[in-house]
């Protein structure tokens, strides 16, 4: 009995499937390809806040600037990796002008029922990897669960939670059950 290899993927194999199908999204860690379908409203509505909630904070206290997919990440060989929501740092005290080749600080994705799996395992194994703060917002459990750099297990928060990025002594804070409020309205 024989043992079989998975097929591993290249970044432009994962990119050249984006273009014949955008109404998808392609990602590839460590060669493995991951694909999800168009996201749910609830899922778009949690970006949409969260984009707000990040980015007056990130830029009010001059951090960085806050972006959404589709943009790669950690593009190397047989990675690449779209997150729901990501900071990246300022340069210089400026934005970069191209975030791909800046490891931002913290990466934020946005559970649904046909990614669940691949934030939870194998991309929360590659931004521990990488060393970044990853965020996974549970809208079923109203949840958020916070994975720091080196952690075995996450934080796991369901009322207010406070962002401190480095550097910083006034925190972001976020009323969860709040937030769940807002973005789970009629879907």
Sequence with gaps: MSA??????????????????????????????????????????????LLRLLGDFVVSCGVGEVLA??????????????????????????????AVDIDPILVVEVLSPATA????????????????????????AQLLERWLPGADRPEVWAEEFLWVPEGLTTPLSIDLPGFFGRVLGPD
């Design 4 to 49: 079989t290899s998975p097929r591993l993927w290249s970044v432009e194999e994962a990119h050249a499937l984006q273009e014949q199908d955008p109404s998808r999204r392609y990602e590839v860690v460590d060669g493995e390809l991951l694909v999800s379908p168009s996201p749910r409203r609830s899922h778009q509505r949690a970006v949409v806040h």
């Design 69 to 98: 997919s589709p943009a790669d990440l950690f593009v190397e060989g047989r990675t690449s990796v779209q997150p729901d929501v990501f900071v990246i740092p300022f340069v210089n005290g400026r934005p970069a002008a191209d």
């Design 117 to 140: 799996r691949h934030d939870r395992l194998v991309k929360r194994a590659l931004y521990q990897r990488k060393a970044v703060e990853y965020w996974i917002v549970d809208l079923d």
